[in-house]
């Protein structure tokens, strides 16, 4: 008889390799007992342990409907952000009547004017500004002070109105044409209230938009008859006003009791910042379209780049410029709002040279410097003849009564 030889394959615990996770029970599939390798130990697979997939899928929901919702709703917050710098003689019409009066010179290199944002905000929308360093985040008193947005935005559409009508006196009266400029109606446009106001100060009484047409008993049609009067009085003293309220024209009596003034404390005052109603006269309008843009600061981008529109040659010399800055009747050029903000828009748009009124504040102009960099020449100036002198230096052409045939 011969005997089968046979050959045993043993594998002891320390030859087989476990997974010794603890795991849901699995089935692994079966395999007919002829197909089986005797020697193979077949291990059911791993399963993935998922217990965390739920609690992360909350998470991104949460987080996610949360942007959702702040992008939504609005809160009591403005932002100041950099806004735009464009070009001033685009928004430029000139009528028959101003075209038989002076000749329009296209510049080769125009003016921008510069803008900042600043509208109401989401509550995203203000976590992210307050993130931003080129973003002020404003509430609604920062913003609005003691008027209401509808007084704020009225005012600053009639100081644009004014700061356009103001850069055409100051243009053409260098350029030597007959124009005048007289003060209009005493209209509030804030308040100077003292630390504790007391129950009788303006700023208790009166209202933003609200127009003085009498100060105790006489007449005054402009804030130029005002200020003769004032000098008759002393802080304390209780004055009778009539005034016309905002949106109104009914005219009601008030009584005021007058302050000193917070920068000379002789000089008496009635606790009110009037706004710009000058009124002037010209030869012959320019329409300079600037759409829903309020506020003084464009005033003396407005009177360079009509200066380069009446006269021939370059007023830039060829290079890119951008103005900020008010615009007085003597020429000077006053402090705005935003610089920070704007140096940004003006950086952006490629100018090499940014006119900034020099009674800014020496932080102010610092942290424009810094953000202009070495590609962007912040120039401040006082008055419209210092940036002519800066232009001239740059290349650009002489501005002389001369230049325009009366």
């Known amino acids: 008889m011969i005997a089968r030889d046979l050959t045993v394959t043993s594998r002891t615990v320390s030859d087989m390799s476990f997974d010794t996770t603890t795991t849901a029970p699995s089935v692994s599939p079966e395999v007919p007992e002829e197909h089986q390798d005797k020697d193979q130990v077949v291990i059911a697979p791993r399963q993935t342990n998922m217990w965390w997939a739920i609690p992360m899928f909350t998470i ?5 409907s949360a942007i959702i919702i702040s992008s939504l709703v609005r809160v009591n917050f403005w932002e100041v952000a950099p806004g735009s710098a464009e070009q001033v003689s685009s928004r430029f019409s000139f009528d028959k009547d101003a075209l038989q009066l002076a000749d329009r010179y296209k510049p080769t290199s125009p003016v921008l004017f510069v803008t900042a944002f600043g509208s109401k905000l989401s ?15 404003l509430n609604r008193v920062q ?16 100081s644009m109105t ?27 446009d804030r308040f100077v209230c003292e630390a504790k106001p007391r129950p009788l100060s303006a700023c208790l009484q009166l209202g933003v938009g609200d127009t003085i047409t009498s100060f105790d008993g006489i007449k005054i049609p402009s804030l130029a008859d005002l200020l003769p009067l004032m000098k008759n009085y002393s802080p304390g003293d209780v004055v009778k006003l009539e005034i016309t309220p905002h949106r109104t024209t009914d005219s009601i009596t008030k009584e005021v009791e007058l302050i000193a003034s917070p920068d000379d404390p002789n000089r008496t005052i009635i606790g009110v910042w009037p706004a710009d109603t000058r009124i ?6 320019v329409d300079i379209d600037t759409d829903l843009i309020g506020g003084p600061s464009a005033g003396l981008a407005f009177t360079l780049a009509l200066l380069d529109e009446l006269t021939p040659g370059d007023l830039t010399g060829g290079v890119k410029v951008a ?12 402090a705005i709002g935003a610089l920070r903000q704007k140096t940004v828009a003006v950086k952006a748009s490629g100018a090499k040279v940014f006119f900034v009124p020099s009674s800014q504040s020496a932080e102010e102009i610092e942290v424009a410097k810094r953000i202009a960099g070495s590609k962007l020449r912040i120039a401040p100036v006082a008055n419209l003849g210092e940036a002519l002198a800066i232009l001239k230096e740059m290349g650009g ?9 009366l």
């Open 60 to 64: 991104v929901w949460i987080v996610t």
């Open 123 to 137: 509550a995203l929308d203000a976590l992210l500004g307050t993130l931003d360093p080129d973003v002020d985040v």
């Open 143 to 158: 913003k609005f002070g003691d008027s209401t947005p509808d007084q704020q935005k009225n005012l600053g559409y009639q």
């Open 162 to 188: 004014t700061a356009k009508q103001i850069a055409e006196y100051v243009a053409m009266n260098r350029l030597g044409y007959e124009v005048s400029i007289t003060y209009g109606e005493l209209v509030i």
């Open 280 to 285: 002037v006269k010209l030869p012959f309008e």
């Open 323 to 334: 103005a900020t800055g008010t615009i007085d009747g003597d020429e000077t050029v006053g």
């Open 397 to 405: 052409s002489d501005i002389s009564n001369d230049a325009i045939e």
